[in-house]
């Protein structure tokens, strides 16, 4: 996007609620104020609602539902997450666009959003809905210097990032049911998913894409997932603002990340036990060769889950499917 109009935006999040004089504006950033009308103009056509009010200033009111790089950069406070934002209102999935953009040298933070996916894809390729205009689809670009057995635990940080940013911007208490499905009230709102690349020593980069149901009603969903599928309009009763909610996760990410770099997986393995459903209750784990049904006891220091079946045999579970 236009630097100016990023610094515009900027003066309003450090100014929140307040109206900000053309004057003000034209001072610190060195331009005319008609350059400024008209990037208030441009603003408002982004989604953006500004009022002006003569001789007083201009104060930012409210905004659509929108997710263009303008509404998730306004208001949010990462340093580095989020700042490159690149927005498509159509991708097959928004995966494959981070993964192009990688291969170009993007940055680690870099994230790809978009309104409609036509082939959002889960784990084993199965199908991902997004619910357009009304859900996220997001896919962050990470490089840590990691080996790949350690990268399915960037699944579970994101799974706290996600859970922790729903907590705080709404009323509800999501759980995370291992390995990357967020739940609320035992429904589905949120799925990841987490893929690499690199080579069999070390990771170049990863790419943790994050699909959630934000303000799809009941009926908007698929036959096939209604039953198991709610969103966070659904459970709050009223819409939020997606860019709300991709700041949020943002913010956490980055500083869970960080946290990760330093110290590795264990503090974050303390946050996603306060999050994870089903510990200690019967669960049913189908991975690609069996199926074992035993009580969840936890996750280890690597981020794998912990099965104790009828015989009292402990089971150290890499990848599976969980029903509860
Ligand atoms: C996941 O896989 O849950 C990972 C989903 C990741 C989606 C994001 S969106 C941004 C990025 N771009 C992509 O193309 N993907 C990522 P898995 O655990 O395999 O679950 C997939 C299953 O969830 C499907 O087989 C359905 O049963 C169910 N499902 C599909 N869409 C859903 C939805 N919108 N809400 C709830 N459940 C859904």
Known sequence: GSPVKEQILKLFTDNKDEFISGEYISKQLGISRTAIWKYMNELKTEGIDIVAVRKVGYKIVGKLDKITPTDIKLGLE???FGRNVFFYEEVESTQNIANELV???AEEGTIVLAERQVKGRGRLQRNWVTGEGKAIAMSIILKPSIPP???PQLTLLAAVAVASAISKVTNLKPNIKWPNDILINNKKVCGILTE???DSDLISSVIVGIGINVNQEKDEFPNDIISRATSIRIEEGKKIL????VQAILMEMEKLYAIFLEKGFVPIKLLWESYAISLGREITATTYSETIVGKALGITEEGQL???DEEGKIHTIYSADISI
């Open 78 to 80: 990462t340093k580095q």
């Open 103 to 105: 291969f170009k040298g």
């Open 149 to 151: 057995k350690v990268a």
């Open 196 to 198: 690499m690349h690199g």
């Open 242 to 245: 997606r860019s709300k909610i």
């Open 306 to 308: 912990l099965l104790q």
